[in-house]
T-cell receptor, first 113, second 112 residues
Framework: NAGVTQTPKFRVLKTGQSMTLLCAQD?????MYWYRQDPGMGLRLIHYSVGEGTTAKGEVPDGYNVSRLKKQNFLLGLESAAPSQTSVYFC????????????FGDGTRLSIL | DAKTTQPPSMDCAEGRAANLPCNHSTISGNEYVYWYRQIHSQGPQYIIH???NNETNEMASLIITEDRKSSTLILPHATLRDTAVYYCIVRPLDTGRRALTFGSGTRLQVQP
């Protein structure tokens, strides 16, 4: 069971570069989420999606874009990377239903120089 | 979402039960109690959730007080692999944001 898979696992970027983080889930979940976690802090929601073709902003959306063209994939894009975006990025997914738990990937560690 | 209070750290001997407390005195009637944990360098892992009745699954037991103002997560036989940060999260049925709010959690260290 793969669950939630994130690629890449590590990446180093230069300021101003762009990149896309990929999240794939094989559990047929309707909802998907992107969080970031900074050292010593809890997770903060960047964007989320409640279904294919639908996305919404979370707590810290600035500087990021997302797309959900297929139900199983949720992409997070950094348009012009900044050092403040150095973080660990986690993707999660859950079934429809408001008490369903979220299942997380193992994260992408991103450093912006 | 209701605020939760957890001790910052706890130790437990391997093979013994680990009892992790959480205070959520402002919880409202439609809010569930969730527990997640995060092992170093991994993504958070769902453990268990409950509304007002005690719950048990293959990982843990959740005891919620009758007034629902506090709860305890019980790992019945802690192993070294249970060393992690444990998060107690109170979440209503529909936040509209569908986000999980992770506080500081309790860092559980299981000692050999």
């Amino acid at each position: 069971n793969a669950g939630v898979t994130q690629t890449p696992k590590f990446r180093v970027l230069k300021t101003g570069q762009s990149m896309t983080l990929l999240c794939a889930q094989d559990m047929n979940h309707e909802y998907m989420y992107w969080y970031r976690q900074d050292p010593g802090m809890g997770l903060r929601l960047i964007h989320y999606s409640v279904g294919e073709g639908t996305t919404a902003k979370g707590e810290v959306p600035d500087g990021y874009n997302v797309s959900r063209l297929k139900k199983q994939n949720f992409l997070l894009g950094l348009e012009s990377a900044a050092p403040s975006q150095t973080s660990v990025y986690f993707c999660a997914s859950s079934s429809r239903g408001t008490y369903q738990p979220q299942h997380f990937g193992d994260g992408t560690r991103l450093s912006i120089l | 979402d209701a605020k939760t209070t957890q001790p910052p750290s706890m130790d437990c001997a391997e093979g013994r039960a680990a009892n992790l407390p959480c205070n959520h005195s402002t919880i409202s009637g439609n809010e569930y109690v969730y527990w997640y944990r995060q092992i170093h360098s991994q993504g958070p892992q769902y453990i268990i959730h409950g509304l007002k009745n005690n719950e048990t699954n293959e990982m843990a037991s959740l005891i919620i007080t009758e007034d629902r103002k506090s709860s305890t997560l019980i790992l019945p036989h802690a192993t070294l692999r249970d060393t992690a940060v444990y998060y107690c999260i109170v979440r209503p049925l529909d936040t509209g944001r569908r986000a999980l709010t992770f506080g500081s959690g309790t860092r559980l260290q299981v000692q050999p």
